[in-house]
């Protein structure tokens, strides 16, 4: 499943040992996500990735309804 971004919100960055740095980066609203239900790199409940940027990141299932849309396929498309 798609699902794009709605709002800006505030996510923490992960080191290259999937470790947090207590610094923050903001996903930007507009932006589209690939959900992965086989991948885990943090425990978070959902992981998305976004192929545009090659990022991913792991949130709430309350973060991914509070912040995301699912796209649907027919409009994503290019379809009414």
């Known amino acids: 499943m798609k699902y794009r971004c709605k709002k800006d919100f505030p996510i923490e960055i992960y080191d290259e040992h999937d470790m947090p740095t207590m610094e923050y980066r903001d996903?930007?609203?507009?932006?589209?996500w690939t959900r992965d239900d086989n991948a885990d790199y943090i425990g978070g409940e959902v992981h998305l990735d976004n192929e545009e940027t090659m990022e991913w990141i792991e949130i709430s299932h309350e973060t991914l309804r509070e912040y995301f849309e699912e796209l649907n396929w027919h409009l994503e498309k290019g379809g009414q």
């Open 27 to 32: 996903i930007k609203s507009g932006t589209v």
